[in-house]
């Protein structure tokens, strides 16, 4: 099996070109699915120690349905097949055109959410056109114990959101362990009251370090670890929000810090259905070209699950 590492403003992609569990045809939304309930065991070989690493995403390939796409992809953590994800998006982009396989340009990629757009500027920056992204449900309030109460927005991007603008704890690295704690009881929280809301990934926005900044963000993914880039599904879900509010026109361009400071350009225009559809400019690096070798006697063939 052949991998390819990257990384996007610090955060992992590993795309896996071959040696994936068959998938059977039809929608990527269905093959996700088979994944998700069938071949779990098969994401956490590829992504948790010691063959992996903590907050990596997977982006594996498969052939897309639409015959204008250059590949199809189904993305994955440790915890969960994600319908779209936009750092690993860029880091495929790059990854694509490392392998010669995706010249300077734009070129589409099926994803389970849909068709989304990349435009490779050079070898490394890459700009992304998401799905169709929506606020679901504004003032969303929940009840935290020891917290009180939380509010916030349900957001869509690709992955399903709740982003917290107002926080008492500050989006700095020093408070990555308190946010985390805070991200996960208001997620559990959120899903167990709110009849069918299916939130996987918990925002909270804060303010930029650089003056010339929009805002800082920091992104609880469904593996409970904070997406080291200013996650692309997020941002398109905060763009949503933005776009609800008035508090930004289409086409203009703000830039997103991410909690470790790594950078996304970001601007929006109409959507055909009433929401938005977001425009996410990032830059990826190669890390690592690998076989993996799966020995028989390994005593944690699945990676260590603590
Ligand atoms: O960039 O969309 C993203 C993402 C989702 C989870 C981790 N990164």
Same mark, same amino acid.
């Given at each position: 099996m052949r991998v390819i590492d990257s990384h996007t403003g610090g955060e992992p992609t590993r795309v896996i070109l071959?040696?994936?569990? @068959?998938?059977?045809?039809?929608p990527l939304s269905e093959r996700a699915r088979r994944l998700s309930q069938d071949h779990m065991e098969f994401c956490h070989t590829l992504l948790?120690?010691?063959?992996g690493q903590v907050a990596m995403v997977g982006a594996l390939l498969v052939e897309p349905v639409d015959p204008r796409c250059l590949t199809g992809v189904i993305f994955f953590d440790v915890a969960a097949v994600l319908d779209m994800c936009g750092h690993g998006t860029i880091g495929l982009a790059v990854t694509l055109a490392h392998l010669g396989m995706a010249t300077p340009g734009s070129h589409l990629i099926e994803t389970p959410a849909g068709v989304i757009k990349v435009h490779l500027q050079d070898n490394s920056t890459v700009s992304v056109t998401n799905i169709e992204s929506r606020v679901i449900q504004s003032d969303v309030t929940v009840e935290i114990a020891d917290q009180g109460p939380v509010t916030g927005t349900i957001a869509y991007g690709g992955n399903w959101f709740y982003i917290v603008e107002t926080y008492p704890v500050p989006v700095l690295p020093e408070n990555i362990a308190a946010l985390t704690q805070a991200g996960v009881a208001i997620r559990t929280q959120l899903n167990a009251t709110l009849h069918g809301a299916k939130v996987d990934h918990v925002i909270f926005q804060g303010h930029p370090?650089?003056? @010339?900044?929009f805002s800082r963000n920091f992104v609880l993914c469904p593996d409970d670890t904070y997406d080291r880039s200013p996650c692309g599904t997020g941002s398109s879900a905060f763009l949503a929000c933005l776009a609800d509010q008035g508090r930004l026109p289409p086409d203009q361009q703000i830039t997103q810090e991410s909690i470790i400071g790594s950078e996304y350009q970001l601007s929006y225009q109409h959507g055909p259905t009433g929401g938005i559809i977001p425009t996410i400019t990032g830059s990826a690096y190669v890390l690592a070209d690998t076989t993996m070798i799966f020995s028989a006697n390994d005593p944690f063939p699945n990676g260590i699950a603590v």
């Open positions: 071959n040696g994936g569990p @068959d998938l059977g045809s039809g948790r120690e010691p063959r370090i650089s003056a @010339d900044n």
